[in-house]
């Protein structure tokens, strides 16, 4: 055991140093080899934004500011049952409802290009994920933050999932480097797990460090597996990215790929049993660069199927790709889906339904302009038969029409980016057109078509709002809504069954989380 540790000491030691290497052979840190896609596109963005109101400003024209009364947002069969604002601290991220409590992360950046380096980096009393008590008998009232789960200085937690294990309540959460070098060996990043079986009273009882010189763990969700063990399905964007002075040639100092299975049975003692990657375990990309992102090596997400035994990894421009992990000690590949050449690709996101065998697939291509080459307009939501032939076939699309607008429509991201499926309605956040709720009992409308779009059945996008953040920090985001994330989960009603089905919406409460305004709680009226 004693020659275990030191062997274990001397490789730390060793990566530190090589993470050093790594740092000294990219002094000059820039947004581009720091920040993932959403952070650059978001800071470039809404920069913009800022410079068209100076100049209209100085012009003398009047500067648009966002309302922020409930009474603004817009609905279609959706009613805003409360709001919380966090305490006004911005930069929310993903949500999670869990036995009457949602949990929504905080993300961040650090902006190379300024002098201010970590001012987009929350800390102090504003960082962590914020823990929120919902009366689900009278939500309207009895709507209040109880706690919040801490994550280390200079850090994020973006994604947080929160699940019961025999007697205890256990949250998941994927922590990135925000407010520093990613080089910088120093600041954790991971995952890292809490006791919230008193969500009141959270408390921290395990942690796994991904290593360097990655940002961390950027998206996670959790399965119990047919072997009966717990586990993580975690994406490291950029693990396989080439890096100057690294030992492996890659980001991941230890050549691992983006996707990492994490055994979470034991909470306090976190394991990673298995990686896979495009470059060394499918010999190469799974499709060609496409439109304004080129990219078919940047694994996203990951979502595993009921029984753990599969999980598909969103991969930018590889497509939607599936692997067999009923071994989790040895994934190996299935089959990928296929962007047309004159896509733009951008797999971000997807939710499977196992009993039809479909793929909810959401595409973030915040690349509105498109070209000669590529179909222009925002990223949208596909439908995949995804076991069919020898290839996933695409049966259907989802967009707004603000996501096929032929022209700029200014300020805000009309971009799908994360789905959640309730029986055959699929329920999207939409950036800056709040959440999309799209039928689908019929997949396939029109089998004469890919692109043939469902029908949308309900939606709510809640009101625009100024950016919480303080003044010299402000030109992070625009003041419109951006929903991050969205979940729906049963009311307390015994009527539903503690089930939350389509033919019953009305008892079911849909949490979104705006990255400016904070959590939304709206129900179904249809």
Known sequence: MRRFWIAAAAIALGLALVAVAVGAAQQTRTNRSELLKTERHVLKAHKQALRAAARRKARGLRVARAPSSPRD???????????????????????????????????????????????????????????????AVDPANVTHRVSTLRNPPLTSAEDVV??????????????????????????????????????????????????????????????????????????????????????????????????????????????????????HDAGGPLGPGLGCDPDPVYGHGAEPSEDGETVFLAYWDSGFVALDVSNPSNPTYLRDSDYEANEDGDAHSSMYDDDRGLLFSADEDFCKGGSKETERGYGYVRVWDYWAGTKPVQLSTFRTPNSMAPTALGAGDYVSHNPWLVGTDVYVSWYSDGVRVASSANPDPNPATSEEILPEVAYFVPPASQNPVKPSQRGVLSQTPQVWGVVVAPTADAANGGRCATDQAGECLVYLSDMNSGLWIVRRTD
């Open 73 to 135: 947002a817009r609905a279609l069969n959706m009613e805003v049952v409360a709001h919380n604002p966090l305490g006004d601290r911005g930069f929310n991220a993903d949500v999670w409802a869990h036995e009457g409590y949602a949990y929504i992360g905080q993300w961040g950046f650090t902006d190379w290009a300024q002098g201010s380096k970590q001012r987009f980096c929350p800390s102090g009393e504003r960082a962590g994920i914020a823990v929120v008590e919902v009366d």
């Open 162 to 279: 929160v699940f019961s294990q025999g007697a205890r309540d256990i949250a998941v959460s994927g922590i990135q480097v925000c407010g520093g070098s990613r080089a910088n060996t120093d600041i954790f990043r991971g995952i890292m797990l809490w006791d919230v079986t008193n969500p009141a009273v959270p408390v921290e009882i395990g942690r796994l460090d991904t290593g360097c010189c990655t940002r961390g763990v950027h998206e996670l969700e959790v399965e119990q597996h047919t072997n009966g063990h717990w586990y993580a399905y975690a994406t490291v964007p950029a693990s396989e990215y080439a890096e100057e002075g690294s030992p492996s040639g890659y980001r991941d100092l230890l050549g691992r790929g983006d996707f990492r299975m994490i055994d979470i049975t034991n909470p306090s003692s976190p394991v990673e049993v298995s990686d896979w990657g495009v470059i």
